[in-house]
């Protein structure tokens, strides 16, 4: 069974600086995802990451995949209000699983 | 393109009633339909995979004769929770895949909100 761990499971940040989430799995997995939560809302995707060493980016986030370390990080560059939220990533093996959660605040 | 709806978005029902929730792809056909339960403050958690005109499959732990999912169309999966209870209380999230299999991409719908009272 597939087991996706975040850390951390929140983050205060002060603007402006630079953040990185964590997101281990323990089975191989050939794809996975990023979401932002927003409060009392569903799922908005972020990224999907399709192979080793992939990275994709998207204004202040960005988002690799190291398929070896089954391991994915989701990077915020200059942190702002608008990014909090709780973030979850998700490899994809014959299912989604979800990671826990990382709940991000950011504080001027 | 790939919008997924949910109806209602919220709703309030008291203890013992049964209460359905819909869940559509507007602007696609959806073979594979999934329902994901989430508590306050936590996780998205698999409930049940289904398939266009074949019995859902169901996670473990979870009762399939308590929570009934019908996939009657590529386009619609309703899901029905009998006999509701407080402890039933969470956000339903749905989603939706063009093709079968998990690794696909999902569309999530927007979420209904159930409190029973």
């Known amino acids: 069974e597939l087991k996706v761990e975040q850390n951390p499971l929140f983050l205060s940040m002060q603007e402006g600086k630079n953040y990185t989430i964590y997101c281990n799995y323990s089975?191989?997995?050939?794809?996975l995802y990023w979401y932002r939560q927003d409060p009392g809302k569903s799922l908005e995707s972020l990224f999907v990451l399709l192979s080793n060493g992939a990275v994709k980016q998207e204004g202040r986030l960005m988002a690799s995949l190291d398929t070896k370390a089954r391991l994915s990080t989701l990077h915020i560059t200059a942190a702002v209000h608008d990014l909090s939220a709780t973030y979850f990533c998700?490899?994809?093996?014959?299912?989604?699983?979800f990671g826990g959660g990382t709940r991000v605040l950011v504080k001027p | 393109g790939a919008v997924v709806s949910q109806h209602p978005s919220w709703v309030i029902c008291k203890s013992g009633t049964s209460v359905k929730i819909e869940c559509r792809s507007l602007d696609f056909q959806a073979t594979t339909m999934f329902w994901y339960r989430q508590f306050p403050k936590q996780s998205l958690m698999l409930m049940a995979t289904s398939n266009e005109g074949s019995k859902a499959t169901y996670e473990q732990g979870v009762e399939k004769d308590k929570f009934l999912i019908n996939h009657a169309s590529l386009t619609l999966s309703t899901l029905t929770v009998t006999s509701a209870h407080p402890e039933d209380s969470s956000f339903y999230i749905c989603?939706?895949?063009?093709?079968?299999?998990?690794?696909?991409?999902?569309?999530f719908g927007p979420g209904t909100r159930l409190t029973v009272l």
């Open positions: 998700a490899p994809a093996g014959n299912k989604l699983t």
């Open positions: 089975t191989t997995s050939d794809r």
């Open positions: 989603s939706a895949s063009r093709a079968g299999g998990g690794t696909d991409t999902q569309y």
